[in-house]
Protein backbone atom coordinates (compact mmCIF):
# COMPACT_ATOMS: atom_id res chain seq x y z
CA UNK A 1 0.00 0.00 0.00
CA UNK A 2 1.30 3.70 -0.72
CA UNK A 3 2.77 5.57 2.15
CA UNK A 4 1.85 9.33 0.96
CA UNK A 5 3.51 11.89 -0.47
CA UNK A 6 6.99 13.32 1.19
CA UNK A 7 6.84 16.73 2.27
CA UNK A 8 9.27 18.94 2.07
CA UNK A 9 9.50 22.91 3.65
CA UNK A 10 10.99 25.59 1.51
CA UNK A 11 12.94 27.84 3.75
CA UNK A 12 10.31 30.99 4.03
CA UNK A 13 7.92 28.24 5.30
CA UNK A 14 10.59 26.72 7.89
CA UNK A 15 11.16 30.73 8.82
CA UNK A 16 7.24 31.93 9.13
CA UNK A 17 6.87 28.23 11.41
CA UNK A 18 9.62 29.44 13.45
CA UNK A 19 8.23 32.77 14.15
CA UNK A 20 4.89 31.93 14.98
CA UNK A 21 6.20 29.49 17.61
CA UNK A 22 8.10 32.27 18.91
CA UNK A 23 5.34 34.37 18.88
CA UNK A 24 3.14 31.59 20.65
CA UNK A 25 6.20 30.53 23.40
CA UNK A 26 6.46 34.49 24.09
CA UNK A 27 2.11 35.08 24.73
CA UNK A 28 0.84 31.73 25.11
CA UNK A 29 1.22 28.78 26.92
CA UNK A 30 2.61 25.45 26.46
CA UNK A 31 -0.47 24.00 25.93
CA UNK A 32 -1.33 25.81 22.54
CA UNK A 33 1.72 24.88 21.28
CA UNK A 34 0.84 21.42 21.78
CA UNK A 35 -2.39 22.68 19.85
CA UNK A 36 -0.76 23.80 17.04
CA UNK A 37 1.78 21.30 16.83
CA UNK A 38 -0.58 18.14 17.11
CA UNK A 39 -3.00 20.68 14.08
CA UNK A 40 -0.11 20.62 11.88
CA UNK A 41 0.97 16.99 12.03
CA UNK A 42 -2.51 16.48 11.52
CA UNK A 43 -2.86 18.21 8.37
CA UNK A 44 0.55 17.08 6.77
CA UNK A 45 -0.83 14.02 7.16
CA UNK A 46 -4.04 14.03 5.86
CA UNK A 47 -2.20 16.14 2.88
CA UNK A 48 0.22 13.88 2.35
CA UNK A 49 -2.30 10.78 1.91
CA UNK A 50 -4.29 13.21 -0.36
CA UNK A 51 -2.57 15.68 -1.18
CA UNK A 52 -6.34 17.37 -3.31
CA UNK A 53 -8.31 17.64 -0.24
CA UNK A 54 -7.48 21.01 0.09
CA UNK A 55 -8.77 23.76 -1.94
CA UNK A 56 -6.80 25.72 -4.42
CA UNK A 57 -5.93 29.24 -3.75
CA UNK A 58 -6.15 32.50 -5.62
CA UNK A 59 -2.07 31.56 -7.04
CA UNK A 60 -1.99 29.10 -9.96
CA UNK A 61 -1.36 25.40 -8.56
CA UNK A 62 -1.53 26.54 -5.00
CA UNK A 63 -3.12 24.74 -2.51
CA UNK A 64 -4.81 25.93 0.96
CA UNK A 65 -5.22 23.92 3.98
CA UNK A 66 -6.10 25.91 7.22
CA UNK A 67 -4.78 24.49 9.87
CA UNK A 68 -6.28 26.27 13.11
CA UNK A 69 -8.20 29.37 12.43
CA UNK A 70 -5.05 31.61 13.00
CA UNK A 71 -2.91 29.69 10.19
CA UNK A 72 -3.24 28.49 6.95
CA UNK A 73 -0.35 26.32 4.78
CA UNK A 74 0.18 26.83 1.80
CA UNK A 75 1.87 24.21 -0.67
CA UNK A 76 1.74 22.19 -4.45
CA UNK A 77 1.56 19.02 -5.42
CA UNK A 78 4.74 18.27 -7.61
CA UNK A 79 4.57 15.57 -10.00
CA UNK A 80 7.40 13.54 -8.56
CA UNK A 81 4.79 12.60 -5.53
CA UNK A 82 6.09 15.07 -3.37
CA UNK A 83 4.31 17.66 -1.35
CA UNK A 84 6.08 21.48 -1.21
CA UNK A 85 5.46 23.48 1.55
CA UNK A 86 5.74 27.22 0.60
CA UNK A 87 4.47 29.33 3.36
CA UNK A 88 3.17 28.49 7.15
CA UNK A 89 1.31 32.10 7.22
CA UNK A 90 -0.25 33.65 10.38
CA UNK A 91 -3.95 35.02 9.43
CA UNK A 92 -3.49 37.82 11.39
CA UNK A 93 -1.12 39.35 9.17
CA UNK A 94 -2.38 41.42 5.68
CA UNK A 95 -2.53 38.70 2.41
CA UNK A 96 -0.43 41.26 0.67
CA UNK A 97 2.84 39.82 3.02
CA UNK A 98 2.24 35.89 1.62
CA UNK A 99 5.07 35.05 -0.01
CA UNK A 100 4.26 32.04 -2.11
Known amino acids: MKSGYKIEWTDNALSELKQTYQYLEEN ?12 IEKTLKLISCNPNLYPLSDKKDVRRAIVK ?12 ER ?8 NRKSPDKRKL
Open 28 to 39: WTEKELRNLSNA
Open 69 to 80: KLNTLYYRVRED
Open 83 to 90: IEILSFFS
